[in-house]
């Protein structure tokens, strides 16, 4: 991952003062946090899910917040930091070192952008831009936008109107037609009592060049880790994609489909409308799903399905049949 050009990071902390309830023999310097495989030396990580081993047993994090269970899996290199509960343990790490990314704040930076600073750039009317945005030559944004801090847009792209930006950064030729939201905190809380905690977010959204997002759209950015769309996709209207949804070249993805956090598409996916796939999943290259489908496995290489739950297009149209 990329430096976080979003939040600033207070850290960094001495293991002891980000867990106070442990205690450690070697009171280690942790200078950021990190999903397993983007980890290095010096980094906190985390670790709750089984179908993570493989990356488990890879980190290069100095410690990691895990389970008694899952605890063997990691490396000796790596630090584990048995909690009854990883993902609370989890958000209370991380509002440490990224204080309020937890809600999303109105950037009180925004103004009027300087045409002077953007002299290639076409604006509409009543545009607002935050401090430190860089939007590429040749580039059209429309009326009653707002682009807050440090967004990032590519060369030749058109921005519609009443779409609003945060948390993001855009390759070259794309496209965001009007009403989209790009780039805001994803759905992510933690029952604990009668008390919902809410996760913080500190990734953010990374669109490829040449891809196409339809009109209202909603598009949230990472938790931890980051939102991205890759090369030549393109969102039909009213698509939701969650935090950490990655998605591969060339996908077509049809109105109102659903993405729950973590799961992966490769490349050449097509989604027919009203689809939903479940969160952590992963999509294999050239697979198509037929509108209205529930997704609640991953799913192989050239797979065609549909149905709910999703099965092989030819079990479904047997099962249809024999109805």
Known sequence: MLKNIFFKNKGPFNIQKIFTKHKFKNNIKIYDIKTLDQASKGDLTFFDQPNYKSSAANTKASACITNEKLSSVLPQSCLPVIVPNVLYSLAQATIQFYPNSDIDYPDDSLKNPNKSKYPSVKFGKNVFVGQNVKIGKNTFIGSNTVIEH??????????????????????????????????????????????????????????????????????????????????????????????????????????????????????????????????????????????????????????????????????????????
């Open 150 to 323: 440090d967004v990032e847009i590519g060369k030749n792209c058109i921005i519609g109107s009443q779409v609003f930006l945060k948390n993001s950064i855009l390759g070259e030729s794309v496209v965001i037609q009007s009403g989209c939201k790009i780039g805001l905190k994803g759905f992510g809380f933690i029952p604990v009592k009668e008390k919902n905690i809410k996760f913080p977010h500190i990734g953010k959204v990374i669109i490829k060049d040449n891809v196409e997002i339809a009109s209202s759209c909603t598009v949230d950015r990472g938790s931890i880790d980051n939102t991205i769309i890759g090369e030549n996709t393109y969102l039909d209207n009213q698509v939701h994609v969650a935090h950490n949804v990655k998605m591969g070249k060339n996908c077509m993805i049809a109105g109102q489909v659903g993405f729950a956090g973590s799961c992966t598409l490769g490349d050449n996916v097509s989604i027919g409308g009203q689809a939903g796939v479940s969160g952590h999943l992963k999509i294999g290259n050239n697979v198509k799903i037929g509108g209205g489908s529930g997704v609640v496995k991953n799913i192989e290489d050239n797979a065609v399905v549909m149905g709910y739950p999703a099965v092989s297009f030819k079990q479904f149209i047997k099962n249809w049949r024999e109805n």
